[in-house]
């Protein structure tokens, strides 16, 4: 059977194929620690899943609308009521299974063969292969760890040509950590509206920030120009609901309606239960969040400590997610030569599954995730250490 040449060039997901590798070891008795998946280690709340018993219960199993029940609509407007005190009509907004699939509906419903796309670089791995798969370009714009991993304005205009059509925003970033501050991402997106291109920003970390950073948000420009300015979360990471596969988009009306036909040409509605677990997280308490907030918060400041005594490598302090992206340029040798080498090394020698730079655009890097327990990732961070200063005393 033939194979399609847009699905030949698609590449697979490291962070996947990596976590399946550390999980092949696992089972074979070798302990492994995997620091390459983004997913909290925490349980999903539990008037969550309350809710979601009592939907089945109720047998709540039956098709719904495609773009989502008319309540988790409104409730995701009113999530950036009550966050951002920015109003947001339910038409404006669709409901997709996980952020992937409304990045996908997003860029397939908006570039064209030969358009570029801007992405500042590092970027989560899935833009640049979305792009493509639309048959756009994507442009990755590198501002370097000398730049904290924040572009400006300028950066982007240097890179700006007359296929130009989209910017895509990742807000706090994944796999940096970075989170730009109000002003900033306010600069970018009045550049880019400025000059007629559209704004997707994937804000799906928002509330993942580490003190004294803010949550952030675009969706005051989104309010002043519907038609360029679009916003993507999701509850995966806010509430630790990444298996239930629950994203949104806020867009323009006649976006959303364009996109609930595609949506209704591939997967349809989100799973009918998954919706009410959704409901319930975005109108229900938010402690559990701060809780989780609060200790990605406190692994995060310990793991810098300990990085920060490793003289061979760089690593900006993250305001955001849960990541780290550490430069290790300086680890390479004749036989370790850029990030892959180095994170199959780590594999071996300190028996610890990271990702590769590369993945994300910037092959000097390594990301860790630190959504792990305490004692775990104190663990993991022993062994990389040493391994690192062995493979620098070679």
């Known amino acids: 059977m033939q194979i399609s040449e847009r699905l030949r060039n698609v590449k697979p997901s490291l962070t996947l194929a990596l976590n399946a590798k550390a999980m092949e070891l696992k089972a074979q008795g070798i302990a492994v620690v995997s620091l390459a998946v983004g997913q909290p280690d925490f349980p999903t709340p539990a008037h969550i899943c309350d809710a979601t018993k009592a939907a089945i219960d109720a047998n709540f199993s039956k098709y719904t609308p495609v773009p989502g029940i008319p309540e988790l609509r409104e409730a995701v407007g009113g999530y950036f009521k009550q966050q951002y005190d920015v109003p947001v009509p339910r038409e404006s907004v669709i409901l997709s299974a996980g952020g992937k699939q409304a990045l996908f509906n997003f860029v397939q419903g908006t570039i064209n063969p030969g358009d570029e796309v801007l992405v500042p670089a590092p970027c989560w791995l899935s833009y640049p292969p979305n792009v493509e798969l639309a048959g756009g370009v994507p442009v990755l714009v590198h501002p370097g760890v000398e730049h904290a991993f924040k572009v400006t304005p300028e950066m982007l205009e240097a890179h700006r040509t007359p296929k130009t059509r989209l910017l895509i925003l990742n807000s706090p970033n994944n796999p940096t950590g970075a989170v730009y501050a109000k002003a900033e991402l306010d600069a970018l997106v009045d550049w880019a509206v400025s000059h007629g291109l559209s704004v997707l920003s994937d804000e799906i970390y928002d509330q993942l920030v580490c003190d004294p950073a803010k949550p952030t948000s675009v969706i005051d420009w989104f309010v002043k120009f519907p038609e360029q300015v679009a916003v993507l979360g999701g509850l995966s990471k806010t509430f630790a609901m990444t298996g239930w596969r629950v994203g949104y988009l806020v867009a323009h009306p006649d976006l959303i309606k364009k996109f609930s036909t595609l949506q209704g040409q ?20 938010m402690d559990c969040v701060e809780t989780m907030r609060a200790a990605f918060q406190r692994r995060r400041d310990e793991a810098m400590k300990v990085i920060k005594s490793w003289p061979f490598v760089v690593c900006p302090q993250p305001d955001g997610a849960f990541y780290l992206f550490i430069d290790v340029r300086r680890c390479y040798n004749a036989t370790v030569q850029n990030s892959t080498d180095i994170c199959a090394y780590l594999l071996d020698k300190a028996r610890v599954t990271l990702v590769p730079g590369v993945a994300f655009g910037d092959d000097n890097c390594i990301r860790l995730s ?3 327990a305490d004692e775990v990732l104190a663990e993991a961070l022993d062994r990389i250490g040493a391994a690192l200063a062995e493979l620098v005393r070679q």
């Open 370 to 372: 630190y959504a792990v």
């Open 266 to 285: 591939s997967t349809a509605n989100v799973c009918s239960i998954a919706q009410k677990a959704a409901l319930a997280a975005l109108t229900g308490p």
